[in-house]
Nanobody
Framework: QVQLVESGGGLVQAGDSLRLSCAKS????????MGWFRQAPGKEREFVAT????????YYLDSVKGRFTISRDNAKNTVYLQMNSLKPEDTAVYYC???????????????WGQGTQVTVSS
């Protein structure tokens, strides 16, 4: 089994930054694709960013390009999402996910964390 635990969410003002972390346990981290998704109230879960196990490939939602950066530290079994210049429309529960295929669809990810709330006030 794989366990994913997110941390780092909170309440910030527009223009502020946050860094989310996701600690993975239970399987060899270096063989897994990791992704971040988010879900706002009344909306479907949305892809935010994904990273290959070697960090050689990353993909982002268009609206976060240039503001968010996904990274990973395989030695620490942790993936990060650095979020800068936050906007109120970034408000959502952010989920970490693990899978074996680099993809933007949540259906391609087998394991999910419990989520961490990010709220951006205007």
């Amino acid at each position: 089994q794989v366990q994913l635990v997110e941390s780092g969410g909170g309440l910030v003002q527009a223009g502020d930054s946050l860094r989310l972390s996701c600690a993975k346990s239970g399987r060899t981290f270096s063989t897994g694709v990791m992704g971040w998704f988010r879900q706002a109230p009344g909306k479907e879960r949305e892809f935010v960013a994904t990273i290959s196990w070697s960090s050689s490939s990353t993909y982002y939602l268009d609206s976060v390009k240039g503001r968010f950066t996904i990274s990973r530290d395989n030695a620490k079994n942790t993936v990060y999402l650095q979020m800068n210049s936050l906007k109120p429309e970034d408000t959502a529960v952010y989920y970490c996910a693990a899978g074996s295929v680099l993809d933007t669809s949540p259906r391609r990810y087998n394991y999910w964390g419990q989520g961490t709330q990010v709220t951006v006030s205007s």
